[in-house]
T-cell receptor, first 116, second 114 residues
Framework: AQKITQTQPGMFVQEKEAVTLDCTYD???????LFWYKQPSSGEMIFLIY??????QNATEGRYSLNFQKARKSANLVISASQLGDSAMYFC?????????????FGQGTELSVKP | GAGVSQSPSNKVTEKGKDVELRCDPI?????LYWYRQRLGQGLEFLIY????????KSGLPSDRFSAERTGESVSTLTIQRTQQEDSAVYLC????????????FGPGTRLTVL
């Protein structure tokens, strides 16, 4: 079974608008972390935001926020006020802290295109 | 400060040859990870090292793949008798410890097996 599912292969958003990238996960580990990474066409992996499974509040980092719904096992990324430079692949990832150590399990990614 | 570096940036090899990929983690980072990214796909975990503990090799796809790390420094990923399906970008990441929230990625090595 897929541990991380990103159902949107591609998304378009108008510049300056907000966009939500979906991510659902599956784990039986009580302690886990959820991550979002950005991968521009250059190929580098850029860490955006982290949410721990016990965190009470949704994580925010500048224009990025993580809509964490634990009961639904979803960790959607919200990008506010989209910019042209936000065009990239976005990957959701999970780390299961008790069973799997530090390794990250990645979804298949969503390609975001920001239109001027 | 210096980030994670990887060499070579590109490698083209013939089917059946062995290749070695190198990763230099951030100084002081005890955890080091190797991932593989096939074209248009997400990253697949291969192996990780944490300090002097036994590495987690659970992601290695076959016994043609192996990796070593000397202490808390350089790591090499070796692929023996390369196959065309080994063509991918191989990414290395390091973090302060395996419990750290952020893994810092290198630029990757693009391997093409002809």
């Amino acid at each position: 079974a897929q541990k991380i599912t990103q159902t949107q292969p591609g998304m378009f958003v108008q510049e300056k608008e907000a966009v939500t990238l979906d991510c659902t996960y599956d784990t039986s580990d009580p302690s886990y972390g959820l991550f979002w990474y950005k991968q521009p066409s250059s190929g580098e992996m850029i860490f955006l935001i982290y949410q721990g499974s016990y965190d009470q509040q949704n994580a925010t980092e500048g224009r990025y926020s993580l809509n964490f719904q634990k009961a639904r096992k979803s960790a959607n990324l919200v990008i506010s006020a989209s910019q042209l430079g936000d065009s990239a692949m976005y990957f959701c990832a999970m780390r299961e802290l008790y069973n799997q150590g530090g390794k990250l399990i990645f979804g298949q990614g969503t390609e975001l295109s920001v239109k001027p | 400060g210096a980030g994670v570096s990887q060499s070579p940036s590109n490698k083209v090899t013939e089917k059946g040859k062995d290749v070695e990929l190198r990763c230099d983690p951030i100084s002081g980072h005890t955890a080091l990870y190797w991932y593989r990214q096939r074209l248009g796909q997400g990253l697949e975990f291969l192996i990780y090292f944490q300090g002097n503990s036994a590495p987690d090799k659970s992601g290695l796809p076959s016994d043609r793949f192996s990796a070593e790390r000397t202490g808390e420094s350089v790591s090499t990923l070796t692929i023996q008798r390369t196959q065309q399906e080994d063509s991918a970008v191989y990414l290395c990441a390091s973090s302060l410890t395996s419990g750290s929230n952020e893994q810092f990625f290198g630029p990757g090595t693009r391997l093409t097996v002809l």
